[in-house]
């Protein structure tokens, strides 16, 4: 992987100095590889569609992982309801009730800004390993996970569920749900994507969590609580990628 540097902020007086660090995938990574080393795959609009980006990303070690008394309350909640099938490739790129769903969720709860068609088709075009959980009731979409998954991981990176659903824990069902097919499929990492500020709180009632603290993988979740609190008062800057690559 190549890598790319943004000068994003710096606090001079205490010589901090803060860069962006983006990845190139190229052709001979591997890709277990890349999200083990605190990359993401990156999805904006017009972006290079083999560029990751490196984050304060969270993963669960699946053999790891329990359930807690809040998480076995959720999993009683919904367990038993729907039907779960896998769209891959072809299938899941032709797909309208997948589409018309995300695009739906995304519009109404983060604003239509957030996931619009043209992101949509960017993601389903790329050259991953992409398949979606399809949840249903009676025949009807409920619910859908986009994930990358390959080998030992997954990465649980988009979901949607019906509005009718809102603000009753299913969300967190798909997560704890996902972190169970994950273990079926005997994985070894299940990827929650980041963990900044407080809108990201609910991953830390995940148990065994860790994160990348830019270095390595950290499991002190009191800690990635404390840095989650602080995020609102750290400097923010330009993002702007350079086109500069280093080896």
Same mark, same amino acid.
């Given at each position: 992987m190549r890598t790319r540097f943004a000068e994003f902020g710096h606090t001079y007086d205490s010589y901090s100095f803060g860069y962006t660090v983006h990845g190139e995938r190229e052709s001979s990574d591997n890709l277990a +590889? &890349?999200?083990a080393d605190g990359f993401l795959p990156y999805s904006s609009v017009g972006a290079d569609p083999n560029?990751?980006?490196?984050?304060? +990303? &969270?993963?669960?070690?699946?053999a790891q992982h329990t359930a807690s008394s809040e998480n076995r309350r959720i999993l009683r909640k919904f367990d038993g309801?729907?039907?779960c099938e896998y769209l891959e490739g072809d299938a899941l790129r032709a797909s309208p009730e997948f589409r018309t769903l995300m695009l739906t969720y995304f519009a109404e709860r983060h604003g239509a800004q957030v996931m619009p068609a043209e992101r949509l088709e960017q993601i389903l075009a790329r050259?991953?390993?992409?398949r979606a959980a399809a949840y249903s009731k009676d025949g009807t979409p409920v619910a859908y996970v986009l994930e990358v998954a390959e080998g030992p991981f997954m990465h649980y990176w988009y979901s949607c569920y019906s509005l009718a659903h809102v603000n009753?824990?299913?969300?967190?069902w798909l997560m704890l749900d996902a972190i169970r097919r994950a273990a079926q499929e005997g994985r070894t990492y299940v990827y929650l994507g980041t963990a900044y500020g407080e809108k990201a709180r609910y991953k830390t009632n995940v148990l065994?969590?860790?994160y990348w603290d830019g270095n390595t993988w950290?499991?002190?979740?009191r800690r990635l609580a404390e840095l989650m609190k602080l995020d609102g008062a750290h400097l923010s800057g330009s993002l702007a990628l350079p086109s500069r690559?280093?080896?």
């Open positions: +590889s &890349v999200y560029l990751f980006y490196m984050s304060r +990303s &969270v993963r669960v070690p699946v309801q729907f039907t050259d991953l390993p992409l009753g824990s299913l969300g967190m065994a969590l860790e950290q499991a002190d979740t690559l280093h080896a």
